[in-house]
Structure formats: C-alpha cells, structure tokens
C-alpha cells in the first residue's frame, strides 16, 4: 500500500480502492490515507467521480458516502452435465422427506418462537443424519457444554463416543468457517438488534456452499393479542425476525409455534404433483423425550390430543 508522499495523492487513493474488499467509506479512505485537508478531499472526490463514470466503482444510494467496488466476473454454472438424480439424501424429523427434496447447495430454515423447539428439531436432524456421507457440523450458541450433552442423552439415541459429527462453539460469521460440501446446522443465527443483516448472513452461507446443506435455526417474533368477539387469541408470525429477507436463499422454510409446525417453502417437493406449501403437523415434547404424538394438524386442541 503507497503512502501520502510516495506518489501522487490521486494515485494512492486509486491503489486503496483496488486493494479494498467489496463496499468502502469515504471516512475509512480519508482515515488510513489521513485525508484531512479541504484541498485532498476535493482531489478524492475527483478521484471517486472518474471511478464511478468509469464503471469501477458505484455509490451505494440509501448510504451517504458509502461506495462498492463494481465485480464484472462470472462464474460459467455447465448446467447441461448436471445431474438431476444428485439429491442429497438425508432423513428430517416429522419426515418431511417424505414431502421435499433437498439438492446440493441448499439452505433450509427452522424458525421458532422462544422454547418453540427449534434446537430440539434441529438436535433430532443431527442424530438422524449422524452417520451421512457428507459428515455434519453442528454450530452451537445456545448452551454449555454440559447443558448441551444432557439434550443429546436425553434423546434415549446411542451416541458413540467419539460422536460421528462435529460440535463447535461459534456465534457469528459463520460463512467465515462452514465446510462447502458439509452438512452445517447452526443453531442458532442471531445479529441482537441488527435484524435486517440476517438476510445478509444468509447469503454470504448461500454463496460459500457448493455440494452442502445448510440447515439454519432462526429466532421468530413473540406472538401479538388481538380480540376476536372480546376473546383473547394469539397471533403468529410465520417468518422469523428480518422478515422476507431470511425466506430469500431458502429452499426449505420451516415455522415452529405452539406445538405445531408448517411448511411455509418447499421449492422442490418430492412429488411433484403434491405441493407440501402450508402442510402442518401438531406435536408434543416431553422432558427427556423427542417430538411425540406427531400428527397432520387438523385444528383441534393439542392439548386433547395429550390425553
């Protein structure tokens, strides 16, 4: 990296931008070449306007100051040699692989409420994918260690020792650290308040697979109170906090709530003349037990169903 004095300003701020990955600042440029004359601010306001109408770089318009480096290469996808038939074969609690398909390159979405149970599903996909080809890495933030082996025993499932799957403490970035061709399942991705970067996070995990899954727990809204003839109901949400955003990658949209679970998108069903869109199943979940009395949901109380 040049430095002010070393050669013409108008140079140096062209050899920053070169080196700069994806979107950049204006701050950060006048920072690190310590820009700070109203004569050097308007040679690089010279410099990013001959970059913008030459095609190299382009401002981000809702952000001020805020500018990306314009990326012209492609990748040739040679999609006439590809195989249809390379389905990734793997097993989902409540069977849904009864109902979808899932192709290499994949993101699959659980979303659920506050003890919905979205860590126990995405726990039995673990156990019942354990032995799978591609191998399995499982991501947790949720618990301890100790907290975390009291859910897998819990389950009644032998687990060898050492474990057929990979268990790692991570919180955020995780595109920085999947396998590819892996099964991944993070449970679970939370950005706190900075819920419109979850869409983000998910594409960045899009683009870094290549023959892989990546199942992804997501945290939904609490359910609001409306009344309906004075009576009290709740009302759910069926995507997860970031909205739209977090259903854009997704081939499989999984929503938890109240002991039901839907099927919001399932872009490849198994059969093609049943559209698994909106199918739901009831369950109940026990202390120490995996999801019980999974039936299709008809509307009836569950907790009848119990008893």
């Known amino acids: 990296m040049f430095r002010k004095g070393e050669a013409p300003l108008s140079h140096i701020i062209k050899e920053w931008i070169s080196q700069v990955d994806g979107r950049f600042s204006t701050r950060q440029l006048d920072n690190d070449l310590e820009i700070l004359t109203s004569q050097e601010k308007v040679l690089r306001r010279g410099v990013i306007k001959e970059l913008c109408d030459d095609g190299k770089i382009e401002r981000i318009a809702s952000m001020v100051g805020i500018y990306r480096k314009i990326d012209t290469s492609v990748a040739l996808?040679?999609?006439?040699?590809?195989?249809?038939?390379?389905?990734?074969?793997?097993?989902?609690?409540?069977?849904?692989?009864?109902?979808?398909k899932i192709f290499p390159k994949t993101i699959a979405i659980v979303a659920g409420g506050k003890d919905a149970g979205k860590t126990r599903f995405l726990h039995d996909f673990v156990l019942l994918n354990m032995y799978h080809k591609l191998g399995i890495d499982f991501f947790?933030?949720?618990?301890?260690?100790?907290?975390?082996?009291?859910?897998?025993?819990?389950?009644?499932?032998?687990?060898?020792?050492p474990a057929p799957f990979n268990v790692y403490e991570r919180y955020d970035n995780f595109a920085d650290v999947i396998d590819p061709d892996r099964i991944s399942v993070i449970d679970y991705l939370d950005v706190n308040s900075?819920?419109?970067?979850?869409?983000?996070?998910?594409?960045?995990?899009?683009?870094?697979?290549?023959?892989?899954?990546?199942?992804?727990?997501?945290?939904?809204?609490?359910?609001?109170?409306?009344?309906?003839?004075?009576?009290?109901q709740k009302k759910y949400r069926d995507l997860a906090y970031g909205g739209g955003f977090t259903a854009k990658r997704a081939s499989l949209y999984l929503s938890l709530d109240d002991n039901k679970i839907k099927i919001l998108i399932a872009k490849t069903p198994a059969n093609p003349q049943v559209n698994p869109k909106n199918k739901m199943w009831s369950f109940w979940i026990e202390k120490g037990a995996r999801f019980r009395n999974i039936k299709p949901y008809t509307g009836e109380d569950i907790d009848a169903e119990r008893n």
């Open 77 to 100: 996808i040679d999609w006439q040699h590809a195989d249809p038939k390379n389905v990734l074969s793997v097993r989902w609690p409540f069977e849904l692989e009864k109902y979808i």
């Open 140 to 161: 947790n933030s949720e618990t301890g260690k100790e907290q975390l082996r009291e859910r897998f025993d819990e389950t009644g499932i032998d687990i060898p020792d």
């Open 194 to 232: 900075e819920v419109y970067m979850v869409g983000e996070e998910i594409d960045r995990i899009f683009r870094k697979l290549r023959g892989g899954l990546a199942l992804i727990g997501l945290q939904k809204p609490p359910p609001t109170v409306i009344y309906v003839r004075g009576e009290p």
